[in-house]
T-cell receptor, first 110, second 112 residues
Framework: SQQGEEDPQALSIQEGENATMNCSYKTSINNLQWYRQNSGRGLVHLILIRSNEREKHSGRLRVTLDTSKKSSSLLITASRAADTASYFCATDNNFNKFYFGSGTKLNVKP | KAGVTQTPRYLIKTRGQQVTLSCSPISGHRSVSWYQQTPGQGLQFLFEYFSETQRNKGNFPGRFSGRQFSNSRSEMNVSTLELGDSALYLC???????????FGQGTRLTVV
């Protein structure tokens, strides 16, 4: 299976701290996308990083991709209580057939 | 620009019935994919359509089917519902391959 796996499964931090989540996958990919989900609602797209990219930024988000290690990380800086959610990575190597990991549950305490 | 719209948001059906879920992609997006999310199995790929053609299919039984219309709107159908089909069904749209995929709010299906 090419399924991405996030690590850790759960993360609890104080507001203002940084949160780092990792994602590992098994086969080559075209791109990797990170999503946020609040309480069983829809997925909110955060960032896409392509296989030929190593790092991307979007606001307080920083994503890295290491294709040699088949891993990616999502860093949220200066976290806020509103960042409390589940975070998923999704890998794509075959025409938008995405594989999702089981997600990281982030709890940001005010 | 309107986001991905899924209807209905909530649905309760009885075992054995069938159900049709609808997904309207973002204007200009030609790819629509469907996912099932359950607490036990997580997010699993159902199928993907591009320009009315199914390009990919996940490992779901034939009771799960879909289609895409010329305006890129997509429907998925589940026949002979089982209790285990209770889930959040999400659709995503994207312009093409290797581009951002945006998800709708999902349809929560409960089978009783």
């Amino acid at each position: 299976s090419q399924q991405g796996e996030e690590d850790p499964q759960a993360l609890s931090i104080q507001e203002g701290e940084n949160a780092t989540m990792n994602c590992s996958y098994k086969t080559s990919i075209n791109n990797l996308q990170w999503y946020r989900q609040n309480s069983g609602r829809g997925l909110v797209h955060l960032i896409l990083i392509r296989s030929n990219e190593r790092e991307k930024h979007s606001g307080r988000l920083r994503v890295t991709l290491d294709t040699s290690k088949k891993s990616s990380s999502l860093l949220i800086t200066a976290s806020r209580a509103a960042d409390t959610a589940s975070y998923f990575c999704a890998t794509d190597n075959n025409f938008n057939k995405f594989y999702f990991g089981s997600g990281t549950k982030l709890n940001v305490k005010p | 620009k309107a986001g991905v719209t899924q209807t209905p948001r909530y649905l309760i059906k009885t075992r054995g019935q069938q159900v049709t879920l609808s997904c309207s992609p973002i204007s200009g997006h030609r790819s629509v994919s469907w996912y099932q999310q359950t607490p036990g199995q997580g997010l699993q790929f159902l199928f993907e359509y591009f320009s009315e053609t199914q390009r990919n299919k996940g490992n779901f039984p034939g009771r799960f089917s879909g289609r895409q219309f010329s305006n890129s709107r997509s429907e998925m159908n589940v026949s002979t519902l089982e209790l285990g089909d209770s889930a959040l069904y999400l659709c995503a749209s994207s312009v093409s391959t290797n581009t951002e995929a945006f998800f709708g709010q999902g349809t929560r299906l409960t089978v009783v």
